[in-house]
């Protein structure tokens, strides 16, 4: 079965209503072998509320992981595909376990239809979850629940941990009509055994314990600040159990955060913002130390602190960009929208414009009573069923006394139009709905990605890994010549590229997807005339397409110059990088330049034989090391900086430590070059704000574990999509794009073959606009042609040439000399007649 098959499968189950209960989902999973009660898989953590969950389960599974455990997240709804809802240590299920799930439980769910039960979509995407979490063996899996708790899906696991942030009232044709009968439901989340861990306070607070107690908890913590008592509250609530204190922004992204419980605390930065994140994140400790304890697993201040700081959630107040300010919340009832106008109101900005969507079935005149007043509203639609008019949501907001409402289609073209009217000192506010953030965030996130097409089998290839039918491929398999390039976009958008470029005489293949559930592959294919003429006929339309005929102009090159960067090394050809190792245990140098001396005398050795750079190491990230403290680190390099500091190329340091960059910055570094890829907000910061160039890498884990496996259904593409990501972190943590160098991470997470993969299509990596570094220097890929890790000399050299022919802009290599001539050679074919060594 193909991903497109399965998908469609799943996305039109959502014509079936809801049906409260969790039996259905019990027995879909016996019918995919999958007893999440057996204790031989995975322990589960339930997080249940109103607003709120989706970050609280996201910081309970960065803490764990932090804690070195192996966890799943599963969260709804998704951004851009459906993949995003399960994750395993970070990454999304893999269409191909998609693929797998729905073949193996599509007999046993076409039964069930049958019989005139069928399971909904979220029902069945749960089970499917769970039966990832049990095969890929992960600790502990976070489930955010859906609508309820005591009937929804996710109860099928009995968990040894769960929350209820919040509660208010919210689907109240499913749940009830008062904050008692939704907190009554919510509640059955409670752990058999174990305390149920709550924000909630008031009327909803006394419901939460009679729950836990008539359920067989253990009891209730209740986590709150320190002066709080809600309305009703009984004695035992003059303070709660754990203590919160929201500390105020600290940047544009970050806020701080306290938290006090009995014998520990937790005083951490969060990529989030709000007073409420303080609530989640004092739930999320409780939970992650519950956690660890069932576990046997120790998750102390330094896993907390850390867990919090990288629990960034796109959507969720993600400020975009600065000038003029652009937020991003999918707030879509009046409580959490007056938690989004509080947090913009941290914000200076002189007038507000807002983008607004919003389902048929949400309070959309408590909503807009909730957000700021007297900003400029363009209301929209997102491609969804479920989305209200855009005319009648206008009305809602005139009749809530906004003088100034429009109505328009998209939500692309609510967002230009608030882009043009914005000036720099103005806020931009996209809410409502996750569906409006979702299309919205893809004009930040959406990739053009260009394929090298030689062959019918490469044709083939990109046509199947972009979800064409099998007859589509049939049919363009041998048309897809030119200039091809394969992008993400959604329904709508897809059937007019489609139009338009056959109407040019051009190529275009979209996806088997029948559904707007999620965006849609697409491949172009055509001549550098055709895709002019695409972009002119897209410039001025709606929907988004404005935008994407701007994208592929931009790609292409057409009517548009890519400003020169101001790069401290030769931008002419392909620069080679000197490795200096100045440790014990890497793994082709270490312990040879552990001595000052011996380091600078080989830096400059290595400069002598035409090293454009020098990057120096004070910390093994070979597969297994043990990492070294920072001290240690800094007591490596530093000395080493010092005295390179006036050599005459740039000095670069292997660093994913904050505290070490920045010395080693201070001491004359030119440039970071990080493994962990920046997922370290501070390590942004510090890039951000020292200005030097910076290579961000692609890494599962630094040092990766030998043990650690890893599915990727198609490498190269992976590694851009999620190296986007990444490198979208960095810009809105304020590091400049022209800073940023690429690197795709070979051994990081990756076999030989696939790091081949991402060798022979390293042209696709210009999807990112950023110079591409190549690092294979003796590595383990090159046993796969005969010569040890450790020690590939030739294969080495031969890679830096196909690396430097296929585009890379920087090898970095142990021997110098003998890379220096091969890639001087690709750099000579490529252009004789301008060639200078």
Not at 24 to 41: E, F, I, R, T, Y
Not at 51 to 64: I, W
Not at 725 to 749: H, N, S, T, Y
Not at 774 to 800: Q, R, Y
Request: glycine residues 10%.
């Amino acid at each position: 079965m193909h991903y497109h098959e399965a998908a469609n499968f799943l996305f039109d189950l959502r014509r079936f209503g809801v049906d409260p209960g969790v039996e259905a989902v019990q027995d879909l999973l016996a019918a995919v072998d999958v007893d999440p009660g057996s204790g031989d898989g995975p322990a589960y953590v339930q997080v249940a509320g109103t607003n709120g969950k989706g970050s609280t389960a996201r910081m309970v599974e960065s803490a764990l992981r932090e804690a070195g455990r192996s966890v799943g997240l599963y969260t709804s709804p998704h951004l851009e595909h459906l993949t995003e809802r399960v994750r395993v240590d970070g990454r999304e299920l893999p269409r191909s376990a998609v693929a797998a799930f729905v073949e193996e439980a599509k007999p046993w769910l076409v039964d069930r239809a049958v019989d005139g039960a069928p399971l909904t979509f979220f029902e069945v995407v749960t089970g499917l979850g769970i039966w990832w979490f049990e095969r890929a063996g992960v600790d502990v899996a976070v489930l955010e629940v859906g609508l309820g708790g005591e009937l929804d899906a996710t109860s099928a696991v009995d968990p040894i941990a769960s929350a209820v942030t919040n509660v208010s009232l919210e689907h109240t044709n499913v749940l009830g009509d008062t904050v008692e009968e939704i907190a009554e439901t919510k509640a059955h989340v409670a752990p058999e055994g174990r305390p149920l861990v709550t924000g909630t306070e008031g009327a909803a607070l006394s419901t939460v314990r009679e729950v836990a107690d008539r359920v067989g908890a253990s009891g209730v913590l209740t986590v709150g600040e320190d002066d709080w008592r809600g309305e009703g509250a009984t004695a035992e609530d003059e303070h709660p159990d754990v203590t919160v204190a929201y500390d105020g922004r600290v940047t544009h992204q970050q806020s701080g955060v306290s938290v006090a419980g009995d014998g520990w605390a937790v005083d951490a930065r969060l990529p989030l913002l709000g007073e409420h994140q303080a609530m989640n994140a004092g739930i999320a400790c409780i939970l992650a130390r519950q956690a660890g304890a069932e576990l046997g697993v120790d998750v102390g201040r330094g896993a907390l602190e850390r867990g919090l700081a990288k629990a960034d959630w796109p959507g969720r107040f993600e400020v975009m960009a600065r000038s003029p300010l652009t937020v991003l919340d999918g707030a879509h009832n009046p409580e959490a929208c007056e938690t989004v106008t509080e947090t913009l109101s941290t914000f200076d900005y002189d007038d507000c414009h807002l983008v607004v969507a919003a389902m048929h079935d949400k309070d959309t005149a408590g909503m807009a009573a909730a957000l700021p007043d007297g900003a400029t509203v363009t209301t929209c639609e997102p491609v969804t069923d479920r989305a209200e008019d855009s005319e009648v949501l206008a009305r809602t907001f005139e009749t809530a006394g906004y003088d100034d409402v429009r109505s328009t289609g998209s939500v692309a073209n609510a967002l230009s139009l608030a882009r043009e009217d914005a000036a720099d000192g103005d806020a931009i506010l996209v809410t409502g709905s996750l569906y409006a953030v979702a299309e919205a965030r893809a004009t930040w996130t959406r990739l053009q990605v260009p394929k090298q097409v030689d062959s019918i089998d490469d044709a083939e290839t990109v046509l199947r890994n972009a979800q064409v039918s099998e007859p589509g491929i049939w049919r363009m398999r041998g048309k897809a010549d030119h200039r091809v390039l394969h992008t993400r976009v959604q329904q709508r958008q897809a059937e007019y590229l489609k139009q338009e470029m056959l109407s040019l005489d051009g190529e275009c293949s979209a996806s088997a997807l029948r559904s707007g559930g999620e965006l849609h592959d697409v491949v172009l294919s055509g001549t550098m005339a055709q895709f002019k003429r695409l972009a002119e006929k897209l410039q001025g339309q709606p929907w988004g397409l404005s935008e994407l005929g701007a994208e592929i102009r931009r790609q292409l090159g057409i009517q548009h110059n890519e400003p020169r960067r101001d790069l401290p090394w030769p931008e002419d050809g392909t620069a080679v990088m000197g490795v200096l190792n100045v440790t014990p245990d890497s793994f082709h140098d270490g312990g040879e330049y552990e001595r000052v001396e011996d380091a600078v005398a080989r830096a400059e050795a290595m400069v002598d034989a035409g090293a454009d750079l020098i990057d120096v190491g004070g910390e093994s990230t070979r597969p297994g090391a043990d990492p070294v403290e920072i001290q240690e680190e800094l007591d490596r390099v530093l000395p080493v900086v010092e005295r390179l500091a006036d050599l005459e190329v740039p000095v670069s340091v292997d660093t994913r430590r904050p505290e070490v960059a920045r010395a080693v910055v201070d001491a004359g570094a030119g440039v970071l070059n990080d493994v962990a890829g920046l997922q370290d907000p501070e390590m942004r910061r510090v890039a951000a704000e020292t200005g030097v160039p910076v290579v961000l890498m692609h890494s599962i884990e630094a040092p990766v574990d030998p043990e650690t496996e890893v599915h990727y259904d198609d490498v190269v593409e992976e590694t851009i999509r999620e190296l986007r990501e990444r490198l979208l972190a960095a810009e809105k943590a304020g590091v400049d794009r022209e800073q940023v160098v690429i690197d795709p991470g070979i051994g990081f997470g990756k076999t030989a073959r696939e790091s081949f993969e991402l060798l022979d299509r390293l042209g696709e990596f210009d999807a990112l606009g950023c110079p591409l570094l190549f690092g294979h220097s003796h590595k383990s890929m090159f046993e796969l042609t005969g010569e040890a890790a450790g020690d590939a000399p030739n294969s080495t050299v031969a890679a830096s040439a196909l690396a430097a022919a296929n585009g890379a802009d920087i090898v970095r290599v142990h021997d110098v000399a003998e890379n220096v001539a091969a890639v001087n050679v690709a750099d000579a074919a490529d252009d004789p007649e301008g060639f200078e060594p």
